[in-house]
């Protein structure tokens, strides 16, 4: 397992969504288990308005999901005025993670964990399962597969961490928690068309709402690092630990 990263993202980059589209409900989930992504989910760009509130301050911020495959997809974030945060770019296990603010780029290979972020501490391969409602963990591959009790599921991940949580009558997720040994240490649930992430040990949460979705029509191709951009290893201290929201201004 690659080390944990503490890269001073406080954003997610925004990727031109070009029509609107009414807030969409969530994404049906009736046969699935709750760490899978409808296969009806992929090939789809979809923007979320994100709000976070911690120690640092309150913010707002812009994300571009584009699903490619379970293999495939990038991140994107602009600030509230239009401006470059933060990029990233999975594939088969591997990746490139472009931080504009300190003009820094890694590349990462094996699961790597974000943490010191908004939306950690998980995996960058399961940020799409976050964003789209479901569980960002899957079952240890030594465990048996987690069925659902009634509305009700609970697992342990391939870290040894448990998810436990209740699914809605529609079979899509209402809400989870995540927890080291007995600890709580984060919440998620939905509310209306929102999203609330809770993290216990940095006093954070975030909201986010898809607000635009449309179909990709090709996949993205790979993102580089532009000219000028420093190298450093995705889990080096010299990367900024600022995880603060951009102002709204």
């Known amino acids: ?22 807030a969409p409900r969530p994404l049906p ?54 401006r470059a945060l933060w990029s990233l770019d999975v594939y088969d296990n591997a990746g490139l993670v472009l931080n504009h603010r300190s003009r820094t780029w890694c590349h990462f290979e094996g699961r790597f964990d974000l943490t010191g972020v908004p939306l950690g501490p998980f995996a960058l391969q399961s940020l799409p399962s976050l964003l789209l409602g479901r569980v960002p963990a899957e079952p240890a591959a030594a465990s048996p597969a987690a069925e659902p009790r009634g509305r009700a599921f609970e697992f342990k991940d391939d870290s040894n961490r448990k998810w436990s949580g209740n699914l809605g009558e529609d079979g899509v997720i209402t809400n989870w928690i995540l927890s080291e040994g007995s600890t709580p240490k984060a919440w998620w649930m939905r509310h209306d068309d929102w999203a609330i992430l809770s993290e216990r040990e940095r006093n954070v949460q975030v909201r986010w709402r898809e607000a635009l979705r449309e179909n990709l029509d090709k996949e993205p191709g790979r993102l580089e690092a532009p000219a000028g951009y420093r190298e450093t290893r995705c889990d080096s201290p010299d990367l900024p630990e600022d995880s603060s929201p951009p102002d709204d201004d």
Request: net charge positive; with cysteine.
């Open 29 to 82: 989930a009736r046969t699935l288990q709750p760490w899978e992504i409808p296969q009806g989910a992929y090939g789809s760009q979809r923007l979320y308005r994100v709000s976070y509130s911690g120690p640092e301050g309150e913010g707002s911020f812009r994300v571009t999901l584009r699903l490619v495959s379970p293999a495939r997809y990038q991140l994107q974030a602009v600030d509230p005025v239009g």
């Open 1 to 22: 397992m690659a080390g944990a990263a503490v890269l001073g993202l406080a954003a997610l980059l925004l990727g031109a969504c070009a029509r609107s589209a009414p």
